[in-house]
């Protein structure tokens, strides 16, 4: 990945949050808000946010493609550009829209870049924190430029994370519920997936548990967190991967033992 690059996006991504996103900050007007889907909140600094970031970087990575979440709702079969020949963005123009709408946070920008061979960098921006988590593939993982170095592993009753229980199916939803003791303190999460991969990655929280997994919520984390030394796979125990299928089920946590304990806790 060209360091070049790599801060020019950070810089696009941070331009857009500043001269898109926090200008109507709770400012929208209800006119401004609509849905997409059932209980699927979009608004129009999302699709504005969406515009400025496909066409920014297009433009620093000529040839290259762009896949966002609007993108996505309108043409579904956009996904299937991820992975290809050329090089792929995967964009969340707000991701946390649901907290964007009410005004309040947390919600990030995030961006991802795919190669053919697999995820090769990553940009998560929560603009209200002014934090900035940026990762590239074997070259570690920073937080606002500074380096993230591996934590010690925490025994199983004083790790702490989320498992934001929504959509889980029944069996995943009663095992959580009756397996949750065995860990320090299990929450629902805040609503915002860039915030939590932000959290586990500065040692917050130790692992996150999620149940749906586009790529434009989870493909910019998975490689956050794992270049700090952490582990992304689906509930199964195979790798998470961003091709050839979404898929569902994602486990995230910040270090092997950690995974493995609340694998067993948590997952049927």
């Known amino acids: 990945m060209d360091a070049q690059l790599g801060g020019r996006v950070g810089a696009l991504v941070r331009q857009t949050a500043a001269t898109v996103v926090l200008p109507s900050y709770q400012h929208l007007k209800a006119s401004e808000i609509s849905e997409k889907g059932p209980g699927e909140l979009v608004t129009v600094a999302d699709r504005r946010s969406e515009e400025a970031l496909t066409a920014g970087l297009r433009e620093l990575l000529p040839g290259s493609v762009v896949v966002g979440e609007e993108a996505y709702a309108a043409d579904p079969t956009v996904l299937g550009r991820i992975g290809g020949a050329a090089p792929s963005w995967i964009v969340d123009p707000i991701d946390g829209t649901a907290n964007y709408a009410a005004g309040r946070g947390p919600f990030c920008l995030m961006v991802a870049l795919v190669r053919p061979e697999g995820l090769a960098a990553a940009w998560i921006y929560d603009p209200i924190d002014?934090?900035?988590?940026?990762?590239?593939?074997?070259?570690?993982?920073?937080?606002?430029?500074?380096?993230?170095?591996?934590?010690?592993?925490?025994?199983?009753?004083?790790?702490?994370?989320?498992?934001?229980?929504?959509?889980?199916?029944?069996?995943?939803?009663?095992?959580?519920?009756?397996?949750?003791?065995?860990?320090?303190?299990?929450?629902?999460?805040?609503?915002?997936?860039?915030?939590?991969?932000?959290?586990?990655?500065?040692?917050?929280?130790?692992?996150?548990?999620?149940?749906?997994?586009?790529?434009?919520?989870?493909?910019?984390?998975?490689?956050?967190?794992?270049?700090?030394?952490?582990?992304?796979?689906?509930?199964?125990?195979?790798?998470y991967t961003v091709v050839p299928d979404p898929g569902q089920g994602l486990l995230a946590a910040i270090d092997e033992p950690t995974w493995q304990a609340v694998s067993d806790a948590l997952i049927p």
Do not use: I
């Open 130 to 239: 002014d934090l900035m988590g940026y990762a590239v593939a074997g070259g570690g993982a920073f937080l606002n430029d500074v380096r993230v170095e591996p934590a010690a592993p925490l025994p199983p009753d004083q790790v702490r994370g989320v498992a934001p229980a929504t959509y889980y199916p029944a069996d995943l939803r009663a095992k959580v519920l009756d397996g949750r003791g065995s860990l320090g303190e299990v929450t629902g999460g805040q609503h915002c997936a860039g915030r939590e991969y932000l959290d586990l990655v500065a040692g917050r929280q130790q692992f996150s548990m999620f149940w749906r997994t586009w790529p434009w919520d989870h493909a910019p984390g998975a490689l956050l967190v794992r270049e700090a030394g952490g582990v992304v796979r689906r509930l199964n125990g195979g790798e």
